[in-house]
């Protein structure tokens, strides 16, 4: 008798307004991505480099809200995933990258295409193409709904593939001792 092969669950995954340390983190998980992608297969995600989202089962999101594109993409994932994670601190709280929101987003252009140290005949881009900054950084929780917060900076290999394993054998996540910090 054959027996039916379990459906995988399809993921897909982005990188917003982060480092892609979020990623690396899940890629270092190492051997353990054997077994995972015979649970899994990657939908849209800089693995794959599918720039689309089709409909998933998770979707994992690395990187806050710093422009238009973020929030055209993070609404794209919120559309087509069943379940929608904020991974690490940029997406939880946004990061590193939100220590701009304090300061005026002319001032930051000014500075940085002007008037910054070593910039000679600078000019602040305004190709009709690059995605519109948004006045702050922003975590993923203020424009869509999260099922789940995954916190670190970025979170372990270990916590991500205990949150993942969890998830996928359709548990609610619990990361035991030692597997959460927020650094
Ligand atoms: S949480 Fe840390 S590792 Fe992850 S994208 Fe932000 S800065 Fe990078």
Known sequence: MVVAEMKKLRVATTSLAGCFGCHMSLLDIDER??????????????????KHCGPCDIGLVEGGLCN???????????????????????AINGGLPAQRNHLDIRDCLQTVYL??????????????????????????????????FLPGCPPSADAIWQFLTDLIAGRTPHLGHGLIHYD
């Open 33 to 50: 991505l054997v077994p995972l992608l015979e649970l899994i297969e990657l939908d849209s995600s800089p693995l794959t480099d599918i």
């Open 68 to 90: 238009a594109e973020n929030v055209h993409k993070l609404r794209e994932l919120r559309a087509n995933c069943k379940i929608l994670v904020a991974v690490g601190a940029c």
């Open 115 to 148: 008037t910054g140290l070593g910039v000679e005949r600078g000019f602040i881009p305004n190709d009709p193409e690059l995605p519109l900054p948004l006045k702050q950084v922003h975590p993923l929780h203020d424009v869509v709904k999260i099922d789940y």
